[in-house]
């Protein structure tokens, strides 16, 4: 009876038959069409060829039916699509994470540059770059929890470019400060005004645009160091009035008012002997209109760094206070860009891409 | 005589039933096929990826036992109709199913454009309340770059809006709503630092 039955009775499918189909829908949730196309590929003419013996052995009446042949090559392909599965999910990690990684390095770079559009004026003009590079970084972030890698690929690629475009615009401000003739002329400037001071035994300021120092020297030694704000496109050299630019030279202090729009201040002697020829030089060539005149009024006033002066050098009052007491009608005001050597000046600004680390 | 021909009709009655029962279902295969080929068209594998999937799944599965029983000597298609027939009723629901799902992506993204140009224009108003002077002049010249980087932004969202990629559109805005929703805040602090001075 018992052996009647169990010739009579139906093989049962192999149970791995179901599981191979599911692992293959496993697969292309994982993302396999994107991570392993081809060995996805391959997966899926396995299990199609599987199928298709799968259908020849129960195409055949019950007692002529063994699975065991079939049943191996779902076994093998089980096999080889967990181990598929274990790849995909290795490979969707480790893509992950470069992903996180580079969108940090873009969250690193925006910040350093950021930081240099707050320290010069004139930074304003990438800051809309940056700010497309930040939508751009948080759209690939937001791509990347979704899982959707190639978008995420390509927003990272378009903040990267917006993040180069804020990068150049801020070294483009900054080209005048890498001419080493430039710079050499400042040095220049700084070192004779601080030997005046030494020979003198006077008071000398030095006005550092880049840094946004204002340094006090007495008898050639540095005795105060402080923060300054300057105009509108304070970094560059004043050429005409309205330029909202901050001359670069030596002046001397020709008034001190006590009284001021903004607390006290240091009228200096701007323009100058060199002023005067650059801004006639200038007019000649055709670089300023007929009607353009060189300016004045160019003072270090009170009134706080914070602000944004049209030329001139601010400093906060208590600055001013002290600067008051150890300046007279006559003393030496040396404004430069700087002295810092240009790779100096990247890490200033954290553009080196040390992170401001060093 | 009688007999032969009480066999001949009998045996004719079996073909007929046989050739009945075991006749392939080409024309519900490819009506299903061109169901979920209009839906592909109609860009369900992006908008409802899982149906779609379970559904070239379902046809795959119905023409596997369409294959099984080709081999066979009695051929049986019922069950492969009756797997073909749910494909066609299941690929009918997402017809049905799909421009609402798309109206809904889409719905989505364009209230995200508009939050995210409402809360440009909060912050540009905010920002022509903002105290004006010295001390608050390059604040607000910086702010004015940033908000003119995500005006520049929106058009991205359009462009992706024109191209029906709803959920593109939809991310894209949301970032430019979240950036422009944190330069509000700044311009807040920075008003209150002004006005605390």
Request: contains cysteine; glycine residues 8%; proline residues 3%.
């Amino acid at each position: 009876m018992s052996l009647g039955l169990a010739v009579c009775r139906t093989p049962p499918v192999p149970p791995e038959a179901a599981q191979a189909d599911r692992l293959e829908h496993e697969l292309w949730r994982a993302g396999a069409l994107i991570f392993s196309p081809v060995p996805y590929a391959d997966y899926k003419k396995a299990l199609r060829r599987a199928k298709d013996h799968l259908i020849e052995v129960k195409a055949k009446f019950a007692w002529f039916r063994d699975y065991s042949e079939v049943q191996k090559e779902y076994q093998d392909l089980v096999g080889r699509g967990e181990s598929l599965l274990q790849t995909i999910r290795d490979l969707k990690k480790d893509r992950t994470a470069a992903l996180q990684t580079e969108l940090a390095g873009i969250g690193r770079r925006l910040r350093d540059i950021h930081r240099a559009t707050q320290s010069l004026n004139e930074g304003r003009l990438a800051r809309s770059s940056l700010t497309r590079a930040e939508v751009a970084a948080a759209q690939a972030s937001i791509s990347l929890e979704k899982g959707e890698y190639d978008l995420a690929s390509r927003k990272i690629v378009e903040a990267e470019d917006f993040l180069r475009e804020g990068r150049e615009m801020i070294l483009s401000l900054l080209a005048r400060y890498f001419d080493g003739a430039q710079r050499k002329s400042w040095t220049k400037m700084t070192e004779e005004t601080i030997a005046e001071s030494r020979a003198r035994r006077s008071t000398v300021l030095v006005v550092i645009k880049l840094e946004r120092e204002l340094q006090v020297y007495r008898s050639g030694k540095r005795t105060a160091t402080y923060g300054i704000g300057l105009g509108r496109f304070g970094l560059s050299d004043k050429l005409s009035s309205g330029d909202e630019a901050t001359p670069e030279g030596r002046y001397r202090v020709v008034r001190k008012l006590g009284w001021s729009q903004f607390y006290k201040a240091l009228l200096l002697d701007y323009p100058n002997a060199e002023d005067r020829r650059e801004f006639t030089r200038a007019k000649k060539k055709g670089w300023l209109p007929a009607s353009s005149s060189i300016g004045g009024q160019i003072e270090i006033h009170g009134g706080g760094t914070e602000g944004v002066t049209r030329g001139c050098v601010a400093v906060d009052d208590e600055v001013m206070d002290a600067l008051f007491k150890v300046t007279e009608v006559g003393t030496a005001v040396t404004i430069v860009g700087t002295m810092k050597s240009e790779d100096d000046i990247l890490a200033f600004f954290s553009l080196d891409g040390s992170g401001g680390q060093k | 005589m009688k007999k032969m021909m009480k066999l001949m009709a009998l045996a004719a009655a079996v073909a007929l039933v046989f050739s009945a029962c075991g006749s392939k279902p080409t024309q519900i295969i490819d009506e299903a096929k061109a169901q979920i080929e209009a839906l592909a068209k109609d860009a369900a594998d992006k908008y409802a990826p899982e149906e779609f999937k379970k559904l070239n799944d379902n046809l795959t599965a119905a023409l596997d036992e369409v294959k099984g029983q080709e081999g066979k000597l009695f051929k049986k298609f019922g069950k492969s109709v009756e797997i073909l027939n749910q494909v066609k009723a299941d690929a009918e629901a997402l017809k049905a199913a799909l421009p609402g799902k798309i109206e809904a992506a889409k719905t989505a993204a364009l209230d995200l454009q508009t939050a995210a140009g409402t809360a440009i224009k909060e912050a540009e108003e905010l920002l022509k309340k903002a105290p004006r002077g010295k001390g608050s002049k390059a604040d607000i010249e910086a702010f004015k770059a940033d908000l003119k980087g995500l005006n520049e932004s929106l058009p991205q969202v359009q462009a992706a809006l024109d191209a029906q990629d709803y959920i593109g559109a939809a991310d894209q805005a949301k970032a430019i709503q979240e950036k422009a929703m944190s330069i509000v805040d700044q311009i807040n602090q920075a008003i209150a630092k002004v006005k605390g001075k």
